[in-house]
């Protein structure tokens, strides 16, 4: 109750802090008045780790590394969010109610300053409850949300990009039910359902709704792949884990790399960047048919050493499971180029730029993650750079800018 009470006050003097913000000047006050009331509920009010990220952010806006309408934002999501966050259970509907509150808190302190940062808001909004998910069992999960929220949204900011509220608010409901249909279909779970509805968001918004269709194509493929003699794969050890449901870490690892090409289209309009872009989707896909089909293809070999190795051995290769990689990546490149998104030379090079990565993949897992390096995701990760880079690399070889 006395910790209920502190997030009541919390989000009073937030108030105070937004209405009175824009004429507290310089801006260390305004940072340093924030600091003292948060000590002063941490004191009286058990409220230690929201106190913290107030501070945080305080700090930030006093040192000016964030503007006031980003620390205003970020510190009405944190609060107000919390304050929701609590009086609920872990579900989806607790983490409804967290999206409209920060939404809500967004909006508010937008129309007040007198801001149309639609992009920033909505960026803020999922990178707090996607933190809010991934960071749970955390205790000071509160810190790296707050902090996380506010450079996020100043990175938005920074990038100055220009986009209408329309395409904003359909990117918005496309993406969330991209991610709100995977969730429900257990092919990922809720932190996958944020981070793929993030990723759906930055393709829609600073690329378009073909690429949105060329990334959906590698979800439909790798989820068949998951399901394919899923039994089997169960009996011998080596399906996908969570009955195939698929985390923020899988989604990050195949997708993040994509949106990165996305964003760098959206600002830079070079074609070079089209060609990262469906390289990584490509070798995302190849690699994921590779593991998903290729495990019921028989003994495979290590790609190091060409040695018969057990099923599921990381580095281990067959050829059903190159075959299919060629497979995955020639389908995305072709639903590239079926949807206007690139030229047939272009699906040449993402195709075999796909097939290298899915090789840079084993290669990665059969020196680094059996060493315990790092786990599945750091190679699916490098598997996509990889892929993209000789999909770039390739372009430039060819001369095809």
């Known amino acids: 109750m006395v910790r209920q009470r502190g997030l009541g006050y919390a989000a009073a003097i937030t108030g105070a802090a937004i209405l009175v913000g824009p004429y507290l000047?310089?801006?260390?006050?305004?940072?340093?008045?924030?600091?003292?009331?948060?000590?002063?509920?941490?004191?009286?009010?058990?409220?230690?780790?929201?106190?913290?990220?107030?501070?945080?952010?305080?700090a930030l806006y006093g040192v000016t590394l964030l503007p006031f309408f980003v620390f205003a934002t970020s510190l009405a999501m944190i609060v107000l969010g919390e304050l929701v966050f609590q009086t609920g259970a872990d579900d989806l509907n607790t983490y409804l109610y967290y999206v409209i509150s920060t939404a809500w808190a967004g909006v508010l302190v937008m129309a007040y300053l007198n801001e149309r940062a639609f992009l920033t808001i909505i960026f803020g909004i999922i990178a707090a409850v996607l933190l809010k998910v991934?960071?749970?069992?955390?205790?000071?999960?509160?810190?790296?949300?707050?902090?996380?929220?506010?450079?996020?949204?100043?990175?938005?900011?920074?990038?100055?990009?220009?986009?209408?509220?329309?395409l904003v608010v359909a990117a918005v409901i496309v993406g969330f039910t991209f991610g709100y249909f995977a969730f429900r279909a257990k092919t990922a779970d809720l932190?996958?359902?944020?981070?793929?509805?993030?990723?759906?968001?930055?393709?829609?918004?600073?690329?378009?709704?073909?690429w949105f269709m060329i990334m959906l194509a590698f979800f439909i493929l790798g989820s068949l792949a998951t399901k394919y003699k899923f039994e089997y794969k169960k009996r011998i050890g080596v399906e996908q884990g969570r009955g195939g449901a698929r985390g923020y870490r899988n989604v990050f690892a195949n997708g993040i790399v994509a949106a990165a090409a996305a964003v760098l289209y959206g600002v830079f309009q070079q074609p070079?960047?089209?060609?990262?872009?469906?390289?990584?989707?490509?070798?995302?896909?190849?690699?994921?048919?590779?593991?998903?089909?290729?495990?019921?293809?028989?003994?495979?070999?290590?790609?190091?050493?060409?040695?018969?190795?057990?099923?599921?051995?990381?580095?281990?290769?067959?050829?059903?499971?190159?075959?299919?990689?060629?497979?995955?990546?020639?389908?995305?490149?072709?639903?590239?180029?079926?949807?206007?998104?690139?030229?047939?030379?272009?699906a040449i090079i993402c195709t075999f730029a796909g097939f290298v990565g899915t090789n840079i993949d084993s290669l990665a897992g059969a020196t680094f993650e059996n060493r315990g390096i790092w786990g599945n995701a750091g190679t699916n990760l490098i598997a996509t750079i990889g892929g993209g880079l000789v999909a770039m690399g390739l372009f430039f070889a060819f001369h095809l800018n």
């Open 272 to 346: 070079i960047f089209i060609v990262m872009y469906v390289g990584c989707v490509a070798t995302a896909a190849a690699d994921t048919l590779a593991s998903e089909i290729g495990v019921t293809g028989g003994i495979p070999y290590m790609i190091t050493t060409l040695k018969k190795v057990p099923i599921g051995t990381n580095g281990g290769v067959t050829l059903v499971g190159q075959s299919v990689a060629l497979a995955g990546g020639l389908v995305v490149s072709l639903v590239a180029l079926l949807l206007g998104v690139i030229t047939l030379p272009m």
């Open 25 to 58: 000047k310089p801006a260390w006050l305004m940072g340093i008045v924030v600091i003292l009331f948060a000590l002063i509920l941490w004191r009286f009010f058990d409220t230690k780790y929201l106190s913290y990220a107030m501070c945080a952010l305080g």
């Open 134 to 166: 991934i960071l749970l069992k955390y205790e000071d999960s509160l810190i790296l949300e707050a902090i996380g929220v506010a450079m996020t949204m100043w990175l938005i900011q920074e990038l100055n990009y220009q986009v209408n509220l329309q």
């Open 191 to 210: 932190s996958g359902l944020f981070s793929a509805a993030l990723v759906g968001i930055i393709l829609l918004v600073f690329a378009d709704v073909r």
